[in-house]
C-alpha cells in the first residue's frame, strides 16, 4: 500500500485527530483486504467479520499488541492520539478503549502519510498473529 496521491503535507503540524481520521480508513483497508484473502465470502459476512475487528475494543486489544514493538517516534504518536480530549466515547467500548484505538489509527495514519507502508505492514502482522479471524 503507496500512497495514493501525489499530495505533500506538514504531518508534524497534523493534530492527533487528523491523523486518527486518515488511519482509521487505513486500518479499516487492512482489515478488509485480510478478510478477502482468506476466503471469497458474501459480503454480508465480510462486514460482519469486519465489524468484530474494527471496533474500539478490538483496536485497543490491537493497541495492546504492538505497544511494545513500536519505536519512540511512533509511540509518540500513539500516546498523542490516545491522550488527545475527547467529548464522548461510544455507548459500546469504555473511554480507555476509545483512547487507545484513538491512539492506533493516529499512528497507522502517521506512518501512511509518511509513507513508511513496510512498518504498516510490519504492525498489521504482528496484530494478526494476536487476533482470532
Not at 485497543?60 to 488527545?84: H, M, P
Not at 493516529?106 to 505492514?121: E, M, S, V, W
Amino acid at each position: 500500500m503507496g500512497n495514493l496521491l501525489d499530495k505533500n503535507c506538514d504531518i508534524h503540524s497534523l493534530s492527533p485527530l487528523t491523523l486518527a481520521f486518515v488511519g482509521d480508513s487505513v486500518y479499516d483497508l487492512l482489515v478488509r483486504q485480510h478478510l478477502v484473502s482468506l476466503a471469497n465470502r458474501p459480503v454480508k459476512e465480510l462486514n460482519a467479520m469486519k465489524v468484530t475487528l474494527v471496533n474500539c475494543k478490538s483496536q485497543a486489544d490491537s493497541a495492546k499488541a504492538i505497544i511494545n514493538a513500536l519505536t519512540e517516534d511512533e509511540l509518540d504518536v500513539y500516546k498523542r492520539g490516545r491522550n488527545v480530549k475527547v467529548n464522548s466515547a461510544s455507548k459500546h467500548s469504555s473511554l480507555a478503549d476509545y483512547h487507545s484505538a484513538t491512539g492506533l489509527e493516529a499512528l497507522f495514519g502517521y506512518l501512511y502519510l509518511c509513507g513508511k507502508t513496510d512498518r504498516i505492514k510490519e504492525l498489521f502482522m504482528l496484530i494478526l498473529q494476536n487476533t482470532e479471524v
